[in-house]
């Protein structure tokens, strides 16, 4: 009876491995579906700058954005992926005869979240990769409108740093995530069954990588938008 129970025990081993990987493919082609199915167009995308002039001795502006939250990536934050979203806010000095100086840079990040069990959306806030708050929110619309539209202005910069007699320009990157790597992570753990860290396969780990590199970065739309030049002599003056 061993001599036999031990001739199965390969075969056993071998349908709990190929189901694994039966398991994998699957898993990989679900999340390259979704990758088809949101195709969220960059193009359509757009950022404007509403305000931009001098407060308490800083150069300030304020933007929005219009068309990020389209009706696809909206799904996905319903069904509970994490989308992300990344404003960069450069500061550029014109030289008429060399390169254009970038003088100062400023990210902000927005992560969204939708718990289903208690119907309620989270918006975590970072500036220059330092986590700042978090929001709770009942309604989507709000999230959007707080993401897409903030209330107050961004200090760029204090005057004393830049060129009164210079011409200086923003370029504003708007970066949209809505199938990110900690999504894909998430159904690597589902998928290993309980497995310990060092119990997974080495074609388990290359095909997650793998998967996860591409369709993540499928579902990263970039955008970039340079504006006109100013100079600080040419911009109002905000009352505090």
């Known amino acids: 009876m061993r001599k036999r129970c031990w001739r199965k025990l390969p075969i056993v081993s071998s349908y709990l491995v190929g189901g694994k990987i039966i398991l994998l493919i ?84 927005y992560q969204i979240d939708f718990e289903p069990l ?40 204090p005057v004393a740093k830049l060129d009164e007699k210079s011409k200086y320009y923003y370029n504003i990157i708007i970066s949209v995530a809505t199938l990110t790597a900690e999504n894909i992570s998430d159904l690597r753990k589902w998928i290993r069954f309980g497995e310990k860290e060092k119990e997974t396969s080495t074609l388990t780990k290359t095909s997650f990588k793998l998967a996860k590199d591409a369709i993540s970065s499928r579902h990263r739309k970039r955008v970039s938008t340079r504006f006109d030049k100013f100079r600080l002599a040419e911009l109002p003056r905000f009352d505090s």
């Open 26 to 109: 699957m898993a990989i082609g679900l999340f390259c579906l979704l990758a088809h199915a949101n195709n969220t167009h960059a193009d359509d995308i757009s950022i404007s700058v509403i305000a931009n002039g001098i407060l308490e001795d800083n150069l300030v502006m304020q933007f929005q954005a219009e068309e990020v939250f389209t009706e696809k990536v909206i799904k996905f934050i319903t069904r509970g992926f994490t989308v992300k979203i990344e404003y960069t806010i450069e500061l550029w000095k014109s030289r008429k005869w060399w390169f254009d100086r970038l003088d100062t840079q400023h990210s902000i990040r």
């Open 118 to 157: 208690e119907k309620r959306y989270t918006c975590l806030i970072s500036e220059q990769g330092k986590a700042l708050t978090s929001r709770l929110e009942k309604q989507l619309a709000k999230i959007i409108q707080y993401t897409t539209q903030p209330e107050l202005p961004l200090i760029i910069s």
